[in-house]
């Protein structure tokens, strides 16, 4: 679980953080999503971070906390998926108004659509054991485990 218990904590200051700078005032949440969400975040009456770096740094962020079984929870309980739902479909309408001008970049529209895979599936539909406490232990389960040889 490493530091993802520390960081992911009730208190939520990280993740709220993280978060605020990607939501935006008019984003479409309803109300059970808007309760799930950090209390300093609920009734969030700010506009979407304009950096493209600073975007691209939080959802790479994000995407990290979903290696832990831990994190994942957090993030799936906190409506982290309707909030970065939301970011998608600003990036969509924006690119429909302007062409030239796009919210996210290619690879930020890339991560962001790999976190918004994981947060809607649980483990069972992704095919990783569900006590598995981090998903970067995978590569490591696999190489431990012995190859038999063919035999002729």
């Given at each position: 679980?490493?530091?993802h218990?520390s960081?992911?904590d ?12 990607l ?5 479409n ?9 950090p209390?300093?975040?609920q009734y969030y009456e ?6 493209e770096?600073v975007r691209?740094?939080?959802i790479?962020a994000?995407?990290?906390l979903?290696?832990?079984?831990h994190?994942?929870?957090v993030l ?11 970011l998608?479909?600003?990036t ?6 302007k062409a030239?001008?796009k ?16 947060l809607i599936r649980y483990?069972?539909?992704?095919d990783v054991d569900?006590?598995?406490p981090?998903?970067?232990?995978l590569?490591?389960?696999?190489e431990e485990e ?7």
């Open positions: 679980m490493g530091l218990g960081l992911l009730t208190s939520d200051e990280y993740l709220s953080a993280i978060l605020a700078p939501m935006d005032v008019n984003d949440l309803d109300e059970e999503e808007t309760s799930k969400l209390v300093r975040l700010k506009e979407r971070d304009q950096s770096i691209q740094k939080l790479e994000l995407f990290q979903c290696a832990t079984k994190g994942r929870q799936r309980s906190k409506s982290v998926y309707p909030a970065m739902r939301e998608d479909k600003a969509a309408s924006e690119e429909d108004s030239q001008h919210l996210l970049s290619s690879q930020q529209e890339h991560t962001l659509h790999a976190l918004i895979g994981i483990e069972s539909e992704m569900p006590d598995l981090s998903i970067r232990e590569g490591i389960q696999e012995p190859v038999e040889e063919k035999k002729d």
